[in-house]
């Protein structure tokens, strides 16, 4: 079963750690030969699973994703037969994290909501970025909205640094630079995300992104999001 509890009620603040917790089971098929297209990457389509712990909540769980520059994106948890648990909607500089199951939502900027559930405040553009391994330039170090990134011997974009926040990769694909585990740090927060399939430059399909529906949902805090996890 699928639950998003904190682990330390009264203690929620506005930059929160991961406060969702998916237990799921997987299994890892051989990783493909990827390599990202010459003219650079536009979006990012795939599923992945994460193992974060935080201050107040950790995440172990299972999500599909896509993330389309400028500013556009879309998570999914799932639960252990596959039905939606929660959405996380981008677009521009705003994100819904959506309970579909109980029609309420919680609106706040990108970072903030990315924050909460990765424990790194990423853009929807830094994912694409992060997730295809397409950082900048072919330098040593680049800096890149906000990041300054290093490259390995290989010429692979291998870590990342902005403020209080930083990825590193600890494995990659077979093929030219794309990350298959990535290790995340944040304040308080520390754990990877591990990418299972991925896609580059999907067809657009603008639906996945849209947020009309939610005019029909309740609107809540993301403390009274919080509270009613919490029952």
Known sequence: MTSVRPVDR???RRVA????????TACAPRPPRLVP??????????????????VEASIKGKFGFVFRRPGLGRVEGVDP?????????FR??????????????AEDEAGVMMERFLGVALLPD???RLLSGTWGASANAAEENGWSVERDAGGRAARGVHGGFSFTVREFFPGDGVPREIGLEGPGTSGRVK????????PPREESFDVTFLRVFAPKTWEEILELLDR
């Open 10 to 12: 009264g203690r929620v």
């Open 17 to 24: 750690a991961p406060l969702i917790v998916l237990l799921l």
């Open 37 to 54: 297209p010459s003219g650079g990457v536009e979006a990012v389509e795939g599923f992945g699973s994460a193992s974060i712990a935080g």
């Open 81 to 89: 037969i596959g039905r939606t648990a929660f959405l996380i909607l």
């Open 92 to 105: 521009a500089d705003r994100a819904w994290f959506v309970l579909p199951s109980q029609k309420i939502y």
């Open 126 to 128: 830094d994912a694409v």
């Open 195 to 202: 990418v299972l399939k991925l896609g580059f430059d999907p």
